[in-house]
């Protein structure tokens, strides 16, 4: 049975990680397995559950007790749950943009990139991509174009992040995912293991010698990784030169480019088919 609690006092510690930890403080860099990430609405609360996210407490306004947020509360079982009207809650930082409900939960610990490409034959790799708003797209697409995992470079926001989960509408917990090996350049190194892994790997980007998405001989390749950049900058000259292919997306009027995160939806679709 949860244990409701009604919100008397904002400055309680308890609700600290709803409304003034940064996001650097849930991560928790030197502690890692402590941990914490907030999910942002019933559909993805549900799915945090679903993959086996440990929840430690809910905020949420009362009248989604009884209604909205009644069978979460049941999986919950009797973890903390803060509660108040909206008009109360609103004083809380960012809580109108929850949709009426919040769910601090640990951090799972991440797999290894064996471990995440070992059944995979398509897999997206995000190099620096720093945009939660872009990573949380990516992965709502990796999930829905038929992605296997993704896998990320150091310097790319983690995918936990709240904005991340919330763009991402909770995919970030259904699609395998980790970091690569964060080395001097884990960008060429990640490239090298995939390639290790008997993965070809396609970088998208512009260059002279980039081949179009539509290719034959790279739509028949069995296992492949598409390697996505850092809005505006692109990709690392050295990781272009380190992939076997390049791949460019043909443009009309003009248009260069796309936004790394509709590109990514056009490359998962044609790639994966």
Same mark, same amino acid.
């Given at each position: 049975?949860?244990?409701? %609690?009604?919100?008397?006092?904002?400055?309680?510690?308890?609700?600290?990680?709803? &409304?003034? =930890?940064?996001? *650097?403080?849930? @991560? #928790?860099?030197?502690?890692?397995?402590?941990?914490?990430?907030?999910?942002?609405?019933?559909?993805?609360?549900?799915?945090?559950?679903?993959?086996?996210?440990?929840?430690?407490?809910?905020?949420?306004?009362?009248?989604?007790?009884?209604?909205?947020?009644?069978?979460?509360?049941?999986?919950?079982?009797?973890?903390?749950?803060?509660?108040?009207?909206?008009?109360?809650?609103?004083?809380?930082?960012?809580?109108?943009?929850?949709?009426?409900?919040?769910?601090?939960?640990?951090?799972?610990?991440?797999?290894?990139?064996?471990?995440?490409?070992?059944?995979?034959?398509? %897999?997206?790799?995000?190099?620096?991509?720093?945009?939660?708003?872009?990573?949380? &797209?990516? =992965?709502?697409? *990796?999930?829905? @174009? #038929?992605?296997?995992?993704?896998?990320?470079?150091?310097?790319?926001?983690?995918?936990?992040?709240?904005?991340?989960?919330?763009?991402?509408?909770?995919?970030?917990?259904?699609?395998?995912?980790?970091?690569?090996?964060?080395?001097?350049?884990?960008?060429?190194?990640?490239?090298?293991?995939?390639?290790?892994?008997?993965?070809?790997?396609?970088?998208?980007?512009?260059?002279?010698?980039?081949?179009?998405?539509?290719?034959?001989?790279?739509?028949?390749?069995?296992?492949?990784?598409?390697?996505?950049?850092?809005?505006?900058?692109?990709?690392?000259?050295?990781?272009?030169?380190?992939?076997?292919?390049?791949?460019?997306?043909?443009?009309?009027?003009?248009?260069?480019?796309?936004?790394?995160?509709?590109?990514?939806?056009?490359?998962?679709?044609?790639?994966?088919?």
């Amino acid at each position: 049975m949860a244990n409701i %609690i009604e919100i008397t006092d904002f400055s309680a510690p308890e609700l600290d990680i709803y &409304a003034r =930890f940064t996001e *650097a403080q849930l @991560l #928790n860099r030197d502690h890692p397995e402590q941990g914490i990430f907030i999910a942002e609405s019933p559909k993805v609360i549900e799915r945090a559950l679903d993959a086996g996210c440990v929840p430690i407490s809910i905020l949420l306004e009362r009248r989604h007790i009884q209604t909205q947020a009644r069978e979460i509360l049941v999986r919950c079982g009797d973890i903390p749950v803060y509660t108040a009207d909206f008009d109360v809650l609103t004083q809380l930082t960012g809580y109108k943009l929850t949709r009426g409900m919040l769910c601090a939960m640990q951090r799972p610990s991440l797999p290894s990139v064996e471990f995440v490409c070992r059944d995979a034959r398509r %897999i997206a790799v995000l190099e620096n991509v720093m945009n939660p708003t872009n990573v949380g &797209a990516i =992965f709502r697409s *990796a999930a829905a @174009l #038929n992605m296997d995992a993704v896998l990320l470079t150091c310097g790319c926001s983690n995918p936990l992040y709240r904005r991340a989960i919330r763009v991402s509408m909770g995919t970030v917990f259904q699609i395998p995912w980790t970091f690569l090996p964060e080395t001097g350049d884990s960008s060429q190194s990640g490239i090298s293991l995939l390639q290790s892994l008997g993965f070809r790997t396609a970088a998208m980007a512009l260059t002279d010698d980039s081949v179009s998405i539509d290719d034959k001989q790279l739509l028949s390749e069995e296992k492949l990784a598409i390697v996505l950049g850092t809005e505006g900058d692109g990709l690392a000259t050295s990781t272009i030169s380190s992939c076997d292919y390049t791949v460019r997306i043909p443009m009309s009027h003009g248009v260069d480019s796309l936004n790394v995160a509709a590109a990514s939806a056009v490359a998962f679709w044609q790639l994966s088919r």
